[in-house]
């Protein structure tokens, strides 16, 4: 199983709503990481989870939370979203942070739409 | 700094081979990484260099040269399905993948 699962598939969101995205992977990978992507841009990192730690916050605001409840899991809380948060929220997974961690395996990804 | 640089368009026949280039200047470099991603869907691995030289998986070859910065992909034998965006990234010492801003590779029949 070399599947990164994200749900959902979209999400539409008033700026007062408070949702979250989940991701899961079944491959026994202890990094795992939430990327931002706008049309026609390279995705941005924003967290990176390294044996159910946080490890990287690239000064993301707060209004971003993520959470990683287990090894397979992956959460990301959203709160009082603004529309320029509108993106494709994209979850991966390597085997660790560190060696040959660039083979991160990318989920669909979650279109979502701040209104 | 982190910079990393590949042309923003490319356009190439089908059947052709095509050599997509990535330099870079980057704080620390623990491999080089080539995804492609189709309109609307997720990243999908390509090819991954650590060592000088060339990377060959089928149609596609990756190549790395860390002295110059520099890497390119070579896609042969161009499919119209190979139209697709083709993000090169270097892995940084924390483990940290630094996107370059993608190509947009157009195959034309």
Not at chain 1, 35 to 43: D, G, S, W
Request: overall charge neutral.
């Amino acid at each position: 199983d070399t599947e990164v699962t994200q749900t959902p598939k979209h999400l539409v969101m008033g700026m007062t709503n408070k949702k979250s995205l989940k991701c899961e992977q079944h491959m026994g990978h202890r990094a795992m990481y939430w990327y931002k992507q706008k049309a026609k841009k390279p995705p941005e990192l924003m967290f990176v989870y390294s044996y159910e730690k946080l490890s990287i916050n690239e000064s993301v605001p707060s209004r971003f939370s993520p959470e990683c409840p287990n090894s397979s899991l992956l959460n990301l809380h959203l709160h009082a979203l603004q529309p320029e948060d509108s993106a494709l929220y994209l979850c991966a997974s390597s085997q660790d942070q560190r060696g040959r961690v660039g083979e991160q395996y990318f989920g669909p990804g979650t279109r979502l739409t701040v209104t | 700094g982190q910079n990393i640089d590949q042309p923003t368009e490319m356009t190439a026949t089908e059947g052709a081979i095509v050599q997509i280039n990535c330099t870079y200047q980057t704080s620390g470099f623990n491999g080089l990484f080539w995804y492609q991603q189709h309109a609307g869907e997720a990243p999908t691995f390509l090819s991954y260099n650590v060592l000088d030289g060339l990377e060959e998986k089928g149609r596609f070859s990756s190549f790395l040269s860390r002295s110059k910065g520099y890497s390119y992909l070579l896609l042969k034998e161009l499919q119209m399905k190979d139209s697709a965006s083709y993000l090169c990234a270097v892995q940084s010492n924390t483990g940290k993948l630094i996107f370059g801003q993608g190509t947009t590779l157009q195959v034309k029949p």
